[in-house]
């Protein structure tokens, strides 16, 4: 009885703790997407690369400091780079979720602000 009751009180936890990872990687993403918008506002375009979001690059109005943190906000919870692309005035971001790959269901689906 007790085996049963661990192996079920186990998965909802895995469950749980899965979904999480998945809002989780939304929060990110959020913030990076606001991140971008306010260089957008300053630079009067999106950057070409993430990083941008970090160090200074060829923006006039970049600053006095950096638009995300650190580095750690560039990923996503499995620890992977959130992808970006840009396609002239427009740009997605994207998590390819919990196996790390294009594609997937459940919580190895890609995540991107695009979907939303």
Request: glycine share 10%.
């Amino acid at each position: 009885i007790l085996a049963t009751l661990g192996s079920v009180l186990v998965g909802q936890v895995m469950k749980q703790l899965n979904k999480a990872k998945v809002s989780e990687a939304k929060l990110r993403m959020g913030q990076v997407s606001r991140a971008l918008d306010m260089y957008y506002t300053d630079c009067g375009k999106y950057p070409n690369d993430l990083n941008a979001l970090l160090e200074k690059d060829d923006c006039n109005n970049w600053g006095p400091e950096s638009y995300l943190k650190g580095k750690k906000d560039l990923l996503d919870p499995w620890n992977t780079e959130i992808q970006y692309a840009i396609s002239g005035s427009s740009y997605e971001i994207r998590s390819l979720g919990a196996d790390r790959r294009e594609g997937g269901e459940g919580n190895n689906a890609d995540i991107s602000n695009v979907d939303e």
